[in-house]
């Protein structure tokens, strides 16, 4: 299994602005995900995006993923109070491997 | 169509106890797999269940057990409890090896 690591560990934003995070892994991949839980709550799966692809859109996000440099991005538009809580990627050889979790992108709001 | 689901949502046990979290994954899915998240931290992966069998497990002890019924559905077993088991303790669920993979809204575990 591989690990994803984020950048940056915290995120503070007016709203209305648009948010930008980052995951860094190590090897190679067959497909990355990203998830958002809120606080205490369960992880929600937002998007995943295949070895193949450079990019993929699901209404505000927008996600972009690079094998060659081995890193990832997560774009949200227009952020909303309501998008305040902890990112996380997760990169995958697929498999049988389970997927292995940093500490996620902790990303607050400002009304 | 339902979702990942979890029970209980909450639970207290003492030290040295037992305790069984249950899940029931999406409709359609295959594979589940459990994990544990302490607070402020990343979900650490403990072992996934396909075709009732144990296919990878992370880096937990024997303490740690669990079982995949006919129906898909998974059951996590912890023995001897530890203040340090103490977290919240998720399911997910997937179809295939190469798919996405969904997250139940998790069982809070506390241990005194």
């Known amino acids: 299994s591989q690990q994803g690591e984020e950048d940056p560990q915290a995120l503070s934003i007016q709203e209305g602005e648009n948010a930008t995070m980052n995951c860094s892994y190590k090897?190679?991949?067959?497909?990355l995900q990203w998830y958002r839980q809120n606080s205490g709550r369960g992880l929600v799966h937002l998007i995943l995006i295949r070895s193949n692809e450079r990019e993929k859109h699901s209404g505000r996000l927008r996600v972009t993923l690079d094998t060659s440099k081995k890193s990832s991005s997560l774009l949200i538009t227009a952020s909303r109070a309501a998008d305040t809580a902890s990112y996380f990627c997760?990169?995958?050889?697929?498999?049988?491997?389970?997927?292995?979790f940093g500490k996620g992108t902790h990303l607050i709001i400002q009304p | 169509d339902a979702g990942v689901t979890q029970s209980p949502t909450h639970l207290i046990k003492t030290r040295g106890q037992q305790v069984t979290l249950r899940c029931s994954p999406k409709?359609?899915?295959?594979?589940v797999s459990w994990y544990q998240q302490a607070l402020g931290q990343g979900p650490q992966f403990i072992f996934q269940y396909y075709e009732e069998e144990e296919r990878q497990r992370g880096n937990f002890p024997d303490r740690f057990s669990g079982h995949q019924f006919p129906n898909y559905s998974s059951e996590l077993n912890v023995n001897a409890l530890l203040l340090g088991d103490s977290a919240l303790y998720l399911c997910a669920s997937r179809r295939g090896w190469y798919n996405e993979q969904f997250f139940g809204p998790g069982t809070r575990l506390t241990v005194l």
């Open positions: 409709s359609g899915h295959d594979t």
């Open positions: 090897t190679s991949i067959n497909n």
């Open positions: 997760a990169p995958s050889t697929g498999g049988a491997d389970g997927l292995t």
